[in-house]
Structures are given as C-alpha cells and as structure tokens.
C-alpha cells in the first residue's frame, strides 16, 4: 500500500520566491489497485509522480510504502523495494542495446529473444526491428516512449507509475499499450498509478484522482468521478478545460 501525507513541495524562482507546486497533499493507494491522476495541465500531477518515486524530494511530509518510510530514500533504494518510473519523455542510452535495457531491468544476465518479443510485442513493438538496435536519437520519441514502458513491463515492479504513457505514441500502439494495462489489472500483477487524459485509460480505472493547483480536488471510484468530469468540462468547469480530455 502506497500512503502519502501531508506533501508539500516548493519552488523558488530566480527572485526566490516560492510556490506551492504541491500543497498538503494525502493520498492512499491499496494495493493491485488502478489508480488515474487527471487534470489540468500545470496542476502537480508529475511532480506528484516525481516525489512518489524520488525525483523530486519534497519540502514536507511523508512518504510510506507498504508500512515502510520512504521518504528519503534515493530513486535505486525505492526501485528496489519495487517503484519503477515511467517518464513523459524517457532518456536516450547511445551505446545500449535494447536488448541491454531489458535485460537490466529485469534482472536476467541474459533474455531469450523470446522473451524480449513478449515484452516488445506489447507495447507495440517488433523484436527482430528493434531488439539490437541502440537506444539513441536514430529511435523516434514514440519508439523510445514504447521501449521504456517495456523496461517496466521486463522490471515487473509491484507499483508501476507511468506519466502520460500516451505521449507520442500511434493508435494501434496506444491499443496495445492500453490491453497491457487491462492484462496487468486483471491479473492483480501490479498497483498502477498512470497520468493521464485518455478517456481509455481513464475506462480503465478503479480510482480516478483529480490534480488542480497543486492540490487533491477530487477523488473516487471511476464510476462516479468520469461523469462529472465529462459534465465539468461541457459546461467549463473551472479547474478543467476541453484540452484535459482527449
């Protein structure tokens, strides 16, 4: 169980003046749960996944995993107790193989290529097209986004967090993308925590937690949150925008 208290983070700009980015937030995850955060953009739901898995380490309050503080343990300590990261737009590795990328987060000196088509396969890749090819700027950022999220898939953590995981990817990729994460909830493999604005992905959703102005505005089960979001938006909401949902 993920459980945050009382987060707060803040920002100085180059007067020094801070801003809430986060401000008293708390927030309990059970586990094998899917869990959406939603909302405007600029309203804390990154620097909230951030903080989560140690990007970011926060002005105040508490971070605990399944009873353990966490709070200021680095981004390795928390990947090793099982957070695994997913960012907006992941790093490029000239040098390393896809294949290497796999085979380090999975924790296997060496995978089958087998094995590393049924991680590339669902995320919408080719293993013999990308398999040995280098993790660098010859790669689109979609195939890069896709190659990542399959790292995570290979990691097999038992809390995911994946920031708009449907940055830059196509239609039929964003389908398989979206029947992985159907798979892993229905098999209770993992806790998903995912940002985003997908209607999709939202459909997917136990939970649905609503992020604007660096605070929990709303939260609860997808049945009774999507509605009025779809209806805030019609009728311009002001915390949402025809932009938050796509």
Known sequence: MLEIKHLTYQASDENGVRTDILNDV??????????????????????????????????SGQILLNGTDVTALT????????????????????????RDLLELASGSSKLSR??????????????????????????SGGEVKRIEIATILARNSDLMIFDEPEAGIDLWSFAKL????????????????????????????????MVAGGQIVKRGPKDEIFPEILANTASGCSFMNESTLS
């Open 75 to 98: 981004i390795t300590e928390r990947a090793r107790l099982g957070i695994s990261y997913g960012f907006q737009q992941p790093p490029r590795f000239k040098g390393l193989r896809v």
């Open 178 to 209: 979206t029947d992985t994460f159907r798979l892993i909830h229905d098999k209770r493999q993992a806790t998903l925590v995912v940002i985003s604005h997908q209607e999709r992905i939202i459909n997917l959703a136990d939970e649905i937690v």
């Open 26 to 59: 708390s927030l309990t995850i059970e586990d094998r749960k899917f869990v959406v955060i939603t909302g405007p953009n600029g309203g804390g739901k990154t620097t909230l996944a951030k903080v989560i898995m140690g990007l970011v380490q926060p002005t």
């Open 114 to 139: 087998e094995e590393c088509c049924q991680y590339l396969t669902r995320v919408g890749l080719c293993a013999n097209d990308y398999v040995d090819r280098e993790v660098d700027a010859s790669l």
